[in-house]
């Protein structure tokens, strides 16, 4: 009988199984035709409109459903641990500069070069700015961003000692596909820090007499000074700031006000050559990360709080007046205090309008480096369509048009420089910034200088001495004929000025007005450029950072709660001590009362 009751069932479901079937069918291979490649990214750093654009080019060029899965991170090392576990593998993903050193160290990844070497990456090679990058004959001996920062890649052997031998001959240029690039600088509010803190610098006598505009513009020299940093730490600014709930950002902060002097042009014992200043700004030794333990926790008493992605709002809305920044954070948040709407096109009245500035300090900054790298699969992955998109994809960000599209959506500055004769990144640079074809004396406007980001070439690849450039709204208008039509272009040209066989790319604005505080953050002016360092994985000393960083954060009880517990106690212990006095009296007493009674 029990026989039969599963031979009914085994029936019963093959049945259910055959009028079921084609529908389980349909949705199977429907489900199996579309290829979906996983993409990991941090928070609020793409143009998600970009990834349907991706989708329908594919469907359009290759007749193939592409689906791309995005989801995101909030940090560095919140990604690395879910890459560490396992649970979860991605197709391709984005990070920092150390972090893909960190994940190439440890055998996480592979290479793009059969990607480069197999024209995959054309759209890349083509227009990455020879500052961050450089393929080719030039790759080997390039001072690129990318080609200078080394990788180790683990060999397989062993030394003599069993330490693990790396093959160093690789560089970051090899192992990621860069994405967007900034510094870490100073974000304020001068005319609130006057508004909150005016009667604390007024007790300086070399701030007694200034008027509050007078005191605005002071301020505003002493973070592009060489001083900027410290004044973190100083009593003016207590409460006014928030700093990066990043251990590695806010570690930058600290080295350079331990070294402060090391860093300083002014200063006898001023650091002559980048090599030796970039080491000194990576040094993580027991002794450095103690004593940048202990200026950051005189620090912590300085500030409002730590935070990660919050500051960026909290100046906007005047909870705070400093924050340490991201670059392409302090573009968003220099828009939005000037621009009343969502569309940045309605401004605001000028009493309700929030000026924000953006400094690197003179003694330099941290500069990142954000990019895309691919996470180690097996060997028959690379022939895979799943490989082919998520490369195919890439290029597709780096379409020129589709990367101003991105700077346009996250404020951050893209890595794409226009190497061959594409205009997309001037054009749109010019658009926002150049106030020079609006104002009636273009010579009364500042000259900033970014010439070192931009290499247009002829046609025989030959540096250009001459260029025309058009600039108009690359939303609106699908080129400049276009916007030539309703006479909605600007026209510039630039020349080699000082004959050095390139063309000098210079912006001419207002360094105070919105344009000119904005483009400050995206670009960094060229005489900046030997002061931006760059930060490396540190290896073995990963861990006692962490721990310093712990250190920092713990909060204290306050003294008045200490002060409270230790007469708490104090008074508990003296209580228990009397008591057990009072016991061993009253016993004693009555043991001789009953000695007493029993003699009696």
């Given at each position: 009988?029990?026989?039969?009751?599963?031979?009914?069932?085994?029936?019963?479901?093959?049945?259910?199984?055959?009028?079921?079937?084609?529908?389980?069918?349909?949705?199977?291979?429907?489900?199996?035709?579309?290829?979906?490649?996983?993409?990991?990214?941090?928070?609020?750093?793409?143009d998600?409109?970009?990834?349907?654009?991706?989708?329908?080019?594919?469907?359009?060029?290759?007749?193939?459903?592409?689906?791309?899965?995005?989801e995101t991170?909030?940090?560095n090392?919140?990604?690395?641990?879910?890459?560490?576990?396992?649970?979860?593998?991605?197709?391709?993903?984005?990070?920092?500069?150390?972090?893909?050193q960190?994940?190439?160290?440890?055998?996480?990844?592979?290479?793009?070069?059969?990607?480069?070497?197999?024209?995959?990456?054309?759209?890349?090679?083509?227009?990455?700015?020879?500052?961050?990058?450089?393929?080719?004959?030039?790759?080997?001996?390039?001072?690129?961003?990318?080609?200078?920062?080394?990788?180790?890649?683990?060999?397989?052997?062993t030394?003599?000692?069993?330490?693990?031998?790396?093959?160093?001959?690789?560089?970051?240029?090899?192992?990621?596909?860069?994405?967007m690039?900034?510094t870490?600088?100073?974000?304020?509010?001068?005319?609130?820090?006057?508004?909150?803190?005016?009667?604390?610098?007024?007790?300086?006598?070399?701030?007694?007499?200034?008027?509050?505009?007078?005191?605005?513009?002071?301020?505003?020299?002493?973070?592009?000074?060489?001083?900027?940093?410290?004044?973190?730490?100083?009593?003016?600014?207590?409460?006014?700031?928030?700093?990066?709930?990043?251990?590695?950002?806010?570690?930058?902060?600290?080295?350079?006000?331990?070294?402060?002097?090391?860093?300083?042009?002014?200063?006898?014992?001023?650091?002559p050559?980048?090599?030796?200043?970039?080491?000194?700004?990576?040094?993580?030794?027991?002794?450095?990360?103690?004593?940048?333990?202990?200026?950051?926790?005189?620090?912590?008493?300085?500030?409002?709080?730590?935070?990660?992605?919050?500051?960026?709002?909290?100046?906007?809305?005047?909870?705070?007046?400093v924050?340490?920044?991201?670059?392409?954070?302090?573009?968003?948040?220099?828009?939005?205090?000037?621009?009343?709407?969502?569309?940045?096109?309605?401004?605001?009245?000028?009493?309700?309008?929030?000026?924000?500035?953006?400094?690197?300090?003179?003694?330099?900054?941290?500069?990142w480096?954000?990019?895309?790298?691919?996470?180690?699969?097996?060997?028959?992955?690379?022939?895979?369509?799943?490989?082919?998109?998520?490369?195919?994809?890439?290029?597709?960000?780096?379409?020129?048009?589709?990367?101003?599209?991105?700077?346009?959506?996250?404020?951050y500055?893209?890595f794409?420089?226009?190497?061959?004769?594409?205009?997309?990144?001037?054009?749109?640079?010019?658009?926002?910034?150049?106030?020079?074809?609006?104002?009636?004396?273009?010579?009364?406007?500042?000259?900033?200088?970014?010439?070192?980001?931009?290499?247009?070439v002829?046609?025989?690849?030959?540096?250009?001495?001459?260029?025309?450039?058009?600039?108009?709204?690359?939303?609106?208008?699908?080129?400049?004929?276009?916007?030539?039509?309703?006479?909605?272009?600007?026209?510039?040209?630039?020349?080699?000025?000082?004959?050095?066989?390139?063309?000098?790319?210079?912006?001419?604005?207002?360094?105070?007005?919105?344009?000119?505080?904005?483009?400050?953050?995206?670009?960094?002016?060229?005489?900046?450029?030997?002061?931006?360092?760059?930060?490396?994985?540190?290896?073995?000393?990963?861990?006692?950072?962490?721990?310093?960083?712990?250190n920092?954060?713990?909060?204290?009880?306050?003294?008045?709660?200490?002060?409270?517990?230790?007469?708490?106690?104090?008074?508990?212990f003296?209580?228990?001590?009397?008591?057990?006095?009072?016991?061993?009296?009253?016993?004693?007493?009555?043991?001789?009362?009953?000695?007493?009674?029993?003699?009696?």
């Amino acid at each position: 009988m029990k026989k039969m009751f599963l031979s009914t069932k085994a029936f019963l479901c093959l049945g259910l199984f055959g009028i079921l079937a084609p529908s389980i069918v349909s949705c199977g291979s429907e489900t199996d035709s579309a290829t979906y490649i996983y993409v990991l990214n941090a928070e609020d750093y793409i143009d998600e409109e970009l990834l349907t654009e991706f989708e329908n080019l594919v469907k359009e060029e290759d007749g193939k459903d592409v689906k791309v899965i995005y989801e995101t991170y909030d940090t560095n090392e919140t990604m690395y641990n879910t890459l560490k576990t396992g649970k979860q593998t991605y197709d391709v993903l984005c990070c920092s500069d150390y972090m893909i050193q960190r994940l190439a160290r440890e055998n996480m990844l592979s290479s793009f070069d059969d990607a480069f070497n197999e024209g995959m990456l054309d759209n890349y090679k083509n227009y990455v700015s020879p500052f961050l990058a450089q393929y080719g004959a030039n790759q080997s001996e390039s001072d690129a961003k990318l080609n200078s920062i080394s990788v180790e890649i683990p060999t397989g052997e062993t030394d003599s000692e069993g330490n693990i031998i790396y093959d160093t001959s690789k560089s970051l240029a090899d192992y990621a596909v860069g994405y967007m690039w900034g510094t870490l600088g100073i974000l304020y509010n001068p005319s609130l820090i006057v508004e909150r803190n005016g009667d604390l610098f007024r007790k300086l006598p070399e701030y007694a007499s200034l008027s509050d505009e007078e005191l605005e513009k002071a301020i505003v020299e002493s973070f592009k000074s060489v001083n900027g940093y410290s004044n973190l730490w100083a009593p003016e600014y207590n409460k006014t700031q928030s700093i990066k709930d990043s251990m590695r950002d806010t570690y930058a902060i600290g080295i350079f006000e331990l070294y402060k002097d090391l860093f300083n042009p002014e200063s006898p014992t001023y650091l002559p050559t980048y090599n030796e200043r970039n080491e000194q700004f990576n040094k993580c030794d027991d002794k450095t990360i103690e004593g940048v333990q202990e200026e950051l926790i005189k620090l912590k008493e300085n500030i409002f709080g730590f935070e990660v992605d919050s500051g960026k709002d909290d100046i906007v809305t005047q909870k705070i007046a400093v924050n340490i920044a991201w670059s392409g954070d302090a573009v968003n948040s220099i828009g939005r205090g000037y621009y009343a709407d969502d569309d940045w096109e309605e401004v605001r009245d000028e009493d309700s309008q929030v000026v924000l500035y953006y400094t690197v300090p003179k003694i330099g900054a941290n500069v990142w480096f954000d990019a895309w790298c691919l996470p180690k699969h097996e060997d028959s992955y690379y022939t895979s369509d799943e490989y082919k998109y998520t490369i195919k994809f890439l290029d597709f960000l780096n379409d020129p048009y589709n990367a101003v599209a991105n700077m346009s959506y996250n404020g951050y500055t893209s890595f794409i420089g226009s190497t061959s004769n594409d205009q997309n990144i001037l054009t749109y640079t010019l658009y926002c910034y150049d106030l020079s074809t609006s104002v009636d004396d273009p010579d009364s406007l500042d000259t900033y200088d970014i010439s070192y980001y931009f290499d247009f070439v002829d046609e025989n690849g030959d540096p250009l001495t001459e260029l025309t450039v058009y600039s108009y709204d690359q939303f609106e208008y699908d080129s400049y004929e276009d916007a030539l039509v309703d006479d909605a272009c600007d026209e510039y040209v630039f020349t080699d000025e000082d004959g050095d066989g390139k063309l000098d790319i210079k912006i001419r604005t207002d360094l105070s007005s919105y344009e000119g505080r904005s483009l400050v953050a995206q670009y960094p002016e060229t005489s900046n450029i030997p002061n931006l360092y760059v930060m490396r994985d540190y290896k073995n000393q990963n861990d006692k950072i962490v721990t310093m960083w712990e250190n920092v954060k713990v909060n204290p009880l306050p003294v008045w709660v200490v002060v409270l517990l230790i007469v708490f106690l104090v008074g508990l212990f003296g209580y228990l001590g009397s008591y057990k006095l009072i016991k061993k009296y009253k016993v004693k007493k009555r043991k001789k009362l009953r000695e007493e009674l029993e003699n009696n």
